[in-house]
């Protein structure tokens, strides 16, 4: 390299990186710096490009632009395999290893010792112990690997891309479904892996661990790399203005002002409703005309909450209420009854049926609603299909067009008219902008304002705090499915939000030090 | 774009009239009816009645295939209500012996149903059950034997003819347009495709996608019935091993054929019926041209080749390909 004095070369070097999916661009320009024995945190909320930056980088998806560089040679794979054979090893959330195989053979997969064509087991869980013990894991070898924790096979598909002369290790969400003693050992094994000169890559959503392991920082937001820091000197709050924010305009909510005083009628209420292992119980009240505002870091306890209120997760303890009289969400279906609407985060999976036609899309929450022995007429079915393709400007405005073809903001559109057409007291909108256009994003914001004007009381999740901000009257903050700050009126502004995401943290980050 | 909307029911169409074509250089009395003892007679008519069955199973097979699931017990379920319907036939009136195979069958789909929509299971696992096990159930009713029996009302559901129109051919078009109209004219139709389409998505929005899973296993267990009874009736005997043997096979490319995909979602009653006639058509005219019975699964493989590159409006030509593979970014 041209600065010899570097201390540490580059193990891994990220040149420019670009990448779309059709009209997305989903990696811009992204460098990415991985030095020899360091533990590398991969940060950025959902959709920034985390993910696709590791399948660029490991050749599961082709890239547009950029240049890979593993240690002195430029490395250009093809698969996950070719990438494995030069030396990246990748462990995903969901383990890619064989469950109903044993932990030697998952180990030795594709590798085991042969002799005379036939497989030598005894030698093979003999290696497959040897190899597991040093990374402090003292089990049964032939048991079949899906019989041992999440933690475990987890060790294991890292033991075995090790095995494999990885000299890059990138871990992408390894902790989500780990419990605090199995991360312990987790990051006993990457500080052991560290030390052995291997560079990890740590992709995670718990700040809390990013601080406890990694050595260096690489945000990303919207595809383009925000920055590159020491942990050691990133203060948290700075940490998640980074992957969340845009330069922080000073915005303070546009509708506090205004609503502050009014009295507002309750529609929905819940008191210390929750789920064990989900969210913790807390407190809401929803009423009409008014927009609550639900903040937090990924993996906060959002989508989580957003569930409940609308009765797509049980809850295990608490009590809901909807104009004041008890009931019960056990069901999509109790909350359709309830008059509640719920448009989900991932509108692919979740939200449309991209068979079938814009009209149908639209009218089918209504049609649930009313049951199957009351069915709209087609000229019913047509009336309101046309309705809201107007009201809602969707294009094109053809409503027999499969909704699969439509772009994401008119998709969002068709949700939103799904559950508009029933005519509801309630809306829940997780990131309702999210993956949409410029111009569509601003329509939404207007709608959301709209709707809420007419009396509408509205659930609203979003990454993006300034537009929280603009049309919220009330925010929740939450930080690890707990709840912990409301804020209303004058108080709502990003600065305060954020504080509020950062506090405990940054408390603990003083203790520590 | 209407390129991209499927020229629906156009190639089963055509298939059939070539097929029928074919028929009639074969067989130069193809098309020729006679009308005898009141009930009309001919090639034509022969197609629609041995199709029956299979008519009847698509029926109820292209309901649970929207969903996203498959039957494989059908033929098993046609052995039993067979069985049922052969050993009481002679000692019960025609319309106890109707209720209790037609319960049975009903009660086939509901243990289906319940698998599928309330245990989750894979629906090609859960049906396979049945599969097996309802042969046995039906060799256990007819005590291994071959039932046979005279009664002449459940003889005349089989051979008998209404207006000169074959009962079984009545009965078929009667559950065409009974099913159509309680699917389409009751919001089940759309709220089926949904849930075939996207079930999370559907739940989401309220649907009952259990309920929705666990009527349509219901209904191809009757039709499954219906079809064992006809099958019975016609042959006026029960045979609890050969009786819709491999049946389910053909109700399932009777529903491809109609156009409807295995994964659920759009489909379409009248194509999967059309696929059904399709498949018989195939079988009489190689019955008829004298060639060995053996050449009829290569022509009906060949056929049904034929008939689904037709529909795929992304193969009707090379530059479809070409689109195709261009579109195919991971």
Request: charged letters at 20%.
């Given at each position: 390299?041209e600065n010899?004095?570097?201390?540490a070369p580059p193990?891994l070097?990220?040149r420019?990186?670009?990448?779309?999916?059709g009209?997305?661009?989903?990696?811009?320009?992204v460098d990415?710096?991985?030095?020899?024995?360091?533990?590398?945190?991969?940060?950025?909320?959902?959709?920034?490009?985390?993910s696709?930056?590791?399948?660029?980088?490991t050749?599961?998806f082709?890239r547009?632009?950029?240049?890979?560089r593993?240690?002195?040679?430029e490395v250009?794979?093809?698969?996950?395999?070719s990438?494995?054979?030069?030396?990246?090893?990748?462990v995903y959330q969901e383990?890619?290893?064989?469950?109903?195989?044993?932990?030697?053979?998952?180990?030795?997969l594709?590798?085991?010792p042969?002799?005379f064509g036939?497989?030598?087991?005894g030698?093979?869980r003999?290696?497959?112990?040897a190899?597991?013990?040093?990374?402090?894991?003292?089990?049964?070898?032939?048991?079949?690997l899906?019989?041992y924790?999440?933690a475990i096979?987890?060790?294991t598909?890292?033991?075995?891309?090790?095995d494999?002369?990885?000299?890059?290790l990138?871990?992408?969400?390894?902790?989500?479904?780990?419990?605090?003693h199995?991360?312990?050992?987790?990051?006993?094994?990457?500080r052991?892996?560290?030390?052995?000169?291997?560079g990890?890559?740590?992709?995670?959503?718990?700040?809390?661990?990013?601080?406890?392991?990694s050595?260096?920082?690489?945000?990303l937001?919207?595809?383009?790399?925000v920055?590159?820091?020491?942990?050691a000197?990133?203060?948290?709050l700075?940490l998640?203005?980074?992957?969340?924010?845009?330069?922080?305009?000073?915005?303070?909510?546009?509708?506090?002002?205004?609503s502050e005083?009014?009295?507002?009628e309750?529609?929905?209420?819940?008191?210390?409703?929750?789920?064990?292992?989900?969210?913790a119980?807390?407190?809401?009240e929803l009423?009409?005309?008014?927009v609550?505002?639900l903040?937090?870091?990924?993996?906060?306890?959002?989508t989580e909450?957003?569930?409940?209120v609308?009765?797509?997760?049980?809850?295990?303890?608490?009590?809901?209420?909807?104009?004041g009289?008890?009931?019960?969400?056990?069901?999509?279906?109790?909350?359709?009854?309830?008059?509640f609407?719920?448009?989900?985060?991932e509108?692919?999976?979740?939200?449309?049926?991209?068979?079938?036609?814009?009209?149908?899309?639209?009218?089918?929450a209504?049609q649930a609603?009313?049951?199957?022995h009351?069915?709209?007429?087609?000229?019913?079915?047509?009336?309101?299909?046309?309705?809201?393709?107007?009201?809602?400007?969707?294009r094109?405005?053809?409503a027999e067009?499969?909704?699969?073809?439509?772009?994401?903001?008119?998709?969002?559109?068709?949700?939103?008219?799904?559950w508009?057409?029933?005519?509801p007291r309630?809306?829940?909108?997780?990131?309702?902008?999210?993956?949409?256009d410029v111009?569509?994003?601003a329509?939404?914001i207007?709608?959301?304002r709209e709707?809420c004007?007419?009396?509408?009381?509205?659930?609203?999740?979003?990454?993006?705090?300034?537009e929280?901000?603009?049309?919220s009257?009330?925010?929740?903050?939450?930080?690890d499915?707990?709840?912990v700050?409301?804020?209303?009126?004058?108080?709502i502004?990003?600065?305060?939000?954020?504080a509020a995401i950062?506090?405990d943290?940054?408390?603990?980050?003083?203790?520590?030090? | 774009?209407?390129?991209?909307l499927p020229?629906r029911?156009l190639a089963?169409?055509?298939?059939l009239?070539?097929?029928?074509?074919?028929?009639?250089?074969?067989?130069?009395?193809f098309?020729?009816?006679?009308l005898?003892?009141?009930?009309l007679f001919?090639?034509?008519?022969d197609?629609?009645?041995?199709?029956?069955?299979v008519?009847?199973?698509s029926?109820?097979m292209?309901?649970?295939?929207?969903t996203?699931?498959?039957d494989l017990?059908?033929?098993?379920?046609?052995a039993?209500c067979?069985?049922?319907?052969?050993?009481l036939?002679?000692s019960?009136?025609?319309?106890?012996?109707?209720?209790?195979?037609?319960?049975?069958?009903l009660?086939?789909?509901?243990?289906?149903?319940?698998?599928?929509a309330?245990l989750?299971?894979?629906?090609?696992?859960?049906t396979?059950?049945?599969m097996?096990?309802?042969?046995g159930?039906?060799q256990?009713?007819t005590?291994?034997?071959?039932?046979?029996?005279?009664?002449?009302?459940?003889?005349?559901?089989?051979n008998?003819?209404?207006?000169?129109v074959?009962v079984?051919?009545?009965i078929?078009?009667?559950?065409?347009?009974?099913?159509g109209?309680?699917v389409r004219g009751?919001?089940?139709g759309?709220?089926?495709?949904?849930?075939?389409g996207?079930?999370?998505a559907?739940e989401?929005?309220?649907?009952?996608?259990?309920?929705?899973?666990?009527a349509v296993?219901?209904?191809c267990?009757?039709c499954?019935?219906?079809?064992?009874?006809?099958a019975?009736?016609?042959i006026?005997?029960?045979?609890a091993?050969?009786?819709?043997?491999?049946?389910?096979?053909?109700?399932?490319?009777a529903?491809?054929i109609g156009?409807t995909s295995l994964?659920?979602?759009?489909?379409?009653?009248?194509?999967?019926?059309?696929g059904?006639?399709?498949i018989?058509?195939?079988n009489?005219g190689?019955?008829?041209?004298g060639?060995?019975?053996?050449?009829?699964?290569?022509?009906?493989?060949v056929?049904?080749l034929a008939?689904?590159l037709?529909?795929s409006?992304k193969?009707s030509?090379?530059?479809?390909i070409?689109?195709?593979?261009?579109?195919?970014?991971?």
């Amino acid at each position: 390299m041209e600065n010899s004095l570097d201390p540490a070369p580059p193990l891994l070097e990220v040149r420019g990186i670009s990448k779309s999916f059709g009209a997305v661009r989903a990696l811009q320009e992204v460098d990415f710096t991985l030095r020899a024995g360091e533990i590398h945190a991969l940060l950025g909320e959902n959709g920034a490009g985390k993910s696709t930056l590791i399948k660029v980088v490991t050749g599961v998806f082709p890239r547009d632009a950029g240049l890979v560089r593993l240690g002195d040679e430029e490395v250009a794979p093809r698969s996950a395999k070719s990438a494995l054979q030069a030396g990246i090893a990748t462990v995903y959330q969901e383990v890619n290893l064989l469950p109903n195989l044993s932990v030697a053979q998952n180990l030795f997969l594709d590798r085991q010792p042969m002799r005379f064509g036939i497989v030598r087991e005894g030698e093979m869980r003999r290696r497959a112990k040897a190899l597991l013990t040093e990374f402090g894991l003292d089990i049964d070898v032939a048991a079949p690997l899906g019989n041992y924790s999440v933690a475990i096979q987890h060790v294991t598909a890292i033991a075995r891309a090790v095995d494999l002369s990885a000299r890059v290790l990138i871990l992408d969400e390894p902790t989500a479904s780990l419990d605090r003693h199995e991360v312990e050992i987790l990051f006993g094994i990457m500080r052991q892996l560290a030390r052995r000169g291997i560079g990890i890559v740590f992709v995670s959503h718990f700040l809390d661990q990013v601080y406890e392991i990694s050595d260096r920082i690489t945000v990303l937001r919207n595809g383009r790399l925000v920055g590159e820091r020491e942990t050691a000197s990133l203060p948290r709050l700075e940490l998640i203005r980074m992957m969340l924010g845009r330069e922080l305009a000073e915005t303070t909510s546009s509708r506090a002002a205004a609503s502050e005083q009014k009295a507002r009628e309750v529609c929905a209420s819940f008191e210390n409703y929750g789920k064990a292992g989900y969210v913790a119980p807390f407190n809401l009240e929803l009423r009409r005309g008014e927009v609550v505002g639900l903040a937090g870091l990924l993996g906060s306890g959002r989508t989580e909450t957003a569930r409940l209120v609308f009765g797509a997760e049980r809850a295990d303890g608490g009590q809901a209420r909807v104009e004041g009289a008890s009931v019960r969400l056990q069901s999509p279906r109790d909350g359709v009854r309830h008059g509640f609407g719920y448009c989900p985060e991932e509108r692919k999976t979740d939200g449309i049926v991209a068979e079938l036609s814009v009209r149908e899309n639209i009218v089918l929450a209504l049609q649930a609603k009313r049951g199957l022995h009351r069915p709209l007429s087609r000229r019913e079915q047509d009336e309101i299909a046309r309705r809201y393709v107007k009201m809602l400007d969707i294009r094109p405005p053809d409503a027999e067009r499969p909704v699969g073809l439509l772009s994401g903001g008119n998709q969002q559109k068709v949700l939103l008219a799904r559950w508009l057409a029933t005519a509801p007291r309630l809306l829940v909108l997780d990131e309702p902008t999210r993956g949409i256009d410029v111009g569509a994003h601003a329509e939404i914001i207007r709608l959301i304002r709209e709707l809420c004007d007419d009396g509408l009381a509205l659930l609203v999740i979003s990454s993006e705090l300034d537009e929280i901000v603009t049309y919220s009257d009330r925010v929740v903050v939450l930080r690890d499915r707990v709840h912990v700050e409301e804020l209303s009126g004058e108080a709502i502004d990003v600065t305060n939000i954020l504080a509020a995401i950062a506090a405990d943290g940054a408390a603990m980050q003083e203790a520590r030090a | 774009m209407t390129e991209l909307l499927p020229r629906r029911g156009l190639a089963q169409i055509l298939a059939l009239i070539v097929i029928l074509a074919v028929d009639r250089v074969v067989s130069p009395q193809f098309f020729d009816l006679r009308l005898q003892d009141g009930r009309l007679f001919g090639s034509l008519i022969d197609v629609l009645n041995r199709g029956t069955p299979v008519a009847l199973l698509s029926l109820g097979m292209v309901l649970v295939i929207a969903t996203r699931g498959i039957d494989l017990s059908v033929g098993a379920v046609m052995a039993i209500c067979g069985a049922i319907a052969a050993s009481l036939a002679d000692s019960h009136g025609l319309p106890v012996v109707l209720a209790a195979a037609l319960g049975a069958g009903l009660i086939c789909g509901l243990w289906n149903g319940f698998l599928v929509a309330v245990l989750g299971m894979q629906p090609i696992v859960a049906t396979l059950i049945l599969m097996v096990a309802g042969r046995g159930i039906a060799q256990l009713i007819t005590e291994g034997r071959i039932v046979t029996f005279s009664s002449p009302d459940l003889v005349w559901l089989g051979n008998g003819a209404i207006l000169g129109v074959p009962v079984p051919i009545a009965i078929a078009l009667g559950m065409l347009i009974l099913t159509g109209a309680v699917v389409r004219g009751s919001a089940l139709g759309l709220l089926i495709e949904a849930t075939g389409g996207n079930a999370r998505a559907s739940e989401l929005a309220g649907v009952g996608t259990r309920a929705m899973i666990l009527a349509v296993y219901v209904w191809c267990g009757v039709c499954a019935a219906l079809a064992g009874v006809i099958a019975a009736a016609d042959i006026m005997g029960a045979d609890a091993n050969n009786a819709g043997l491999w049946l389910e096979l053909d109700a399932i490319l009777a529903v491809v054929i109609g156009g409807t995909s295995l994964f659920g979602g759009r489909f379409s009653l009248v194509l999967a019926v059309l696929g059904a006639l399709i498949i018989q058509t195939m079988n009489t005219g190689i019955l008829l041209s004298g060639y060995p019975p053996e050449f009829n699964l290569l022509v009906k493989a060949v056929v049904v080749l034929a008939v689904l590159l037709l529909q795929s409006p992304k193969l009707s030509g090379f530059a479809g390909i070409m689109v195709r593979l261009r579109r195919t970014k991971p």
